[in-house]
């Protein structure tokens, strides 16, 4: 199983950016389609973006498209989420996800690895 940790969060001023990291280990990145998901307090998680195995494919939620960019360095076994121009409503828990497909991937659900999180807020 793939482990996963995050990285990256913290508090930030409207407009600002911010680049999350998910290092993983365990076994090899390539196989995987790696995720990035949020959970705001009393909200359901929901998907955020997506990136294929080599990185060529990539997929975003509407709300964050032409603001945040998902990429991978599969030798560094890191994936990333650079987030600008952020806004409060931006403000979550951040997860990292990996499955070994890309429908089980933005699925988001149990199958494949999970990281912990990492706390994003975007104050006004």
């Known amino acids: 199983q793939l482990q996963l940790v995050e990285s990256g969060g913290g508090v930030v001023q409207a407009g600002g950016s911010l680049r999350l990291s998910c290092a993983t280990s365990?076994?090899?990145?390539?196989?995987?389609?790696m995720a990035w998901f949020r959970q705001a307090p009393g909200k359901e998680r929901e998907f955020v973006a997506s990136?294929?195995?080599?990185?060529?494919?990539?997929d975003y939620a509407d709300s964050v498209k032409g603001r945040f960019t998902i990429s991978r360095d599969n030798p560094k076994n890191t994936v990333y989420l650079q987030m600008n121009r952020l806004k409060p409503g931006d403000t979550a828990v951040y997860y990292c996800?990996?499955?070994?497909?890309?429908?089980?991937?933005?699925?988001?659900?149990?199958?494949?690895?999970w990281g912990q999180g990492t706390q994003v807020t975007v104050s006004s």
């Open positions: 996800h990996a499955a070994t497909t890309g429908p089980i991937a933005r699925a988001g659900g149990p199958t494949g690895s």
């Open positions: 990136i294929s195995y080599s990185g060529i494919n990539t």
């Open positions: 365990g076994r090899t990145l390539s196989g995987y389609v």
